[in-house]
């Protein structure tokens, strides 16, 4: 069987800990791992099976020999290091949002639409968090009927904004328990017992990035430049997964909610949680370290006769970055996609 | 000038509590002021202006020479107690569900139908609080053009469960730091750190009863059966104040955004905090303690031509409870509409 060499960039990240978790513990076919930094970070150790594996620092010469190079260190960086990644025969699969929006990168769900994987460049790119989760729900309900729009909100968790904004909830909530009120240092305003607009830049629409990455990344994955999408983004005081209260309406009649269920219960990657005698339904505590997409709370919506709603949770480091990430490298080499050698 | 009698029913809860403070600082014209209880309550006293008042047991006598009685304790005490009040001569302010739908019982938001307090029978019901948060937003709105559907998620706070529930919130969030996980004692659910669906009962629409107050006091509030309605509401971990991402449709053509937050800082009650260079819009933080509306995020759906997007906070003691009930008893007293003695 063959093994493939693996680079990964932004080792030290929040993301970058849960896809070597994912190369640990999974049947991934490994050969060489390379951990690649800054300079910062550069010359730290990380322990993966057994082993300490020294930090490099990231150059253009840091990919010779590699098949797989997962980029997580922000999109500065993949810019200036993509190219040398493939130059040097390797695929990329980057986690940034530097390419996602270019014609000639695929943005890929595995799960949803795969086949964009073929004739690649040497890039894919991974989708923005929140998008990956709400496509998730939308492509089995896309099997039974045409969406016409969607209006989403989200409730999006701390690891969105990296590892440091995870402590900086913790440690700005112990703060305010023990009576102390600490200045904001990631995040522009307080975490602990708040939540606040996404905080990326807001253009002349009145969108902030996210919500646009929301809106085009959803229509380019599901290859419907028509489809109408309206997001509202909202960072909530949760550690690690995101929830999004989603309203679809449909281009023609509404599939049944049993049909709805049915459809989300038989798609990979999605469970049902749907229990109203019991009022239970999704929820970020128990989507935390999963990886699969949760959603409940589906019904008609009574003010729209095409329309339904519903309530998804899910991982925002797993299936909304690291997994999804994994999941693309797997299905490279499942579909013969890496161009390097074997 | 004349001084009303005043009877508090809930006198112990999270609303009492604010109700009275608000008529220890402001300018209520006060007579005497009864503190009313379950027998477990009954007996303690509460500070008052420099006086200790004994709180008293809730009896179907309670209620003599009381002018005003604001009941905050559960609809089933309403219900039970309502009558004696108003056999007493008092009118009474109720914070209950118990007589909101009610064809006979006026459901006021003082700054938006005050006029349907007019020829009341003695009973006056005090909106649900995600409710009165909507309603001073889109009564503005109407000002400017008719509103055909409104799609609302929440982002609730504990409070509305009451004072155990924000006890709970801290306590639990405490003990999650301290590395223990305790079981939920007043919500269903884990709160600390996590969001749940609102753990009211769902009927056989698939919505809640909270989502579904939402959707039928609206109507009653703005006079508009035909108004289309659809709410997702949500806990969040959050002590006090709540939170709505709101996207509205017009029936025709949508006002220019500098129109709509014209209209929203002309309406009494109403701030508009939109300010999209320095990424500063509502939070629950800051409106917390604060009477007013908070609302920003005004922006123009693309996904749909004549609709909008917006988002608000707003304190759910405050202005979505105790002050809104305050202010009905205002407003009956400016318009002379209370019917005992003077």
């Given at each position: 069987m063959s093994a493939y060499n693996v680079a990964l960039v932004g080792a030290t990240g929040a993301v970058g800990a849960e896809f070597l978790q994912?190369?640990?513990?999974?049947?991934?076919?490994?050969?060489?791992?390379?951990?690649?930094?800054?300079?910062?970070?550069?010359?730290?150790?990380?322990?993966f099976k057994d082993q300490d594996i020294v930090v490099e620092e990231?150059?253009?010469?840091?990919?010779?020999?590699?098949?797989?190079?997962?980029?997580?260190?922000?999109?500065?960086?993949?810019?200036?290091?993509?190219?040398?990644?493939?130059?040097?025969?390797?695929?990329?699969?980057?986690?940034?949002?530097?390419?996602?929006?270019?014609?000639?990168?695929?943005?890929?769900?595995?799960e949803v639409n795969p086949d964009a994987l073929t004739g690649h460049n040497g890039i894919i790119a991974n989708p923005n968090c929140s998008t990956i989760l709400l496509v998730m729900v939308l492509a089995p309900l896309l099997k039974l009927a045409p969406i016409r729009r969607v209006v989403v909100s989200t409730y999006q968790a701390a690891s969105g904004a990296g590892a440091a904004a995870m402590r900086e909830l913790e440690t700005q909530t112990a703060a305010i328990l023990a009576g102390n009120a600490p200045e904001p240092e990631i995040f522009p305003h307080p975490i602990a017992f708040n939540l606040f607009s996404h905080n990326t830049a807001i253009d002349e629409t009145g969108y902030n990035e996210e919500e646009l990455k929301m809106v085009k990344e959803t229509r380019k994955i599901l290859s419907d430049d028509s489809l109408?999408?309206?997001?509202?983004?909202?960072?909530?005081?949760?550690?690690?997964?995101?929830?999004?209260?989603?309203?679809?309406?449909?281009?023609?009649?509404?599939?049944?909610?049993?049909?709805?269920?049915?459809?989300?219960?038989?798609?990979?990657?999605?469970?049902?949680?749907?229990?109203?005698?019991?009022?239970?339904?999704?929820?970020?505590?128990?989507?935390?370290?999963?990886?699969?997409?949760?959603?409940?709370?589906?019904?008609?919506?009574?003010?729209?006769?095409?329309?339904?709603?519903?309530?998804?949770?899910?991982?925002?480091?797993?299936?909304?970055?690291?997994?999804?990430?994994?999941?693309?490298?797997?299905?490279?080499?499942?579909?013969?996609?890496?161009?390097?050698?074997?």
């Open positions: 994912l190369l640990e513990t999974r049947d991934f076919p490994l050969g060489q791992l390379r951990l690649l930094a800054s300079s910062r970070s550069a010359g730290t150790t990380i322990r990231l150059t253009e010469s840091s990919f010779k020999d590699i098949d797989i190079a997962f980029f997580s260190a922000g999109g500065s960086r993949s810019k200036q290091y993509a190219a040398a990644a493939i130059a040097a025969g390797a695929v990329v699969v980057d986690n940034s949002s530097a390419f996602r929006m270019d014609p000639s990168v695929p943005l890929v769900v595995p109408a999408v309206t997001a509202t983004c909202i960072r909530v005081p949760i550690p690690r997964a995101h929830s999004e209260s989603v309203n679809i309406e449909f281009v023609g009649e509404r599939p049944s909610v049993a049909a709805i269920q049915s459809a989300l219960a038989a798609f990979p990657g999605v469970v049902v949680v749907d229990d109203r005698e019991a009022n239970v339904f999704p929820m970020p505590l128990y989507a935390s370290g999963r990886d699969e997409v949760f959603v409940g709370r589906i019904r008609e919506d009574i003010s729209c006769p095409n329309a339904i709603d519903l309530f998804l949770s899910g991982d925002q480091i797993l299936k909304g970055a690291a997994l999804n990430g994994y999941q693309i490298a797997e299905c490279l080499i499942e579909r013969g996609l890496l161009g390097g050698k074997k």
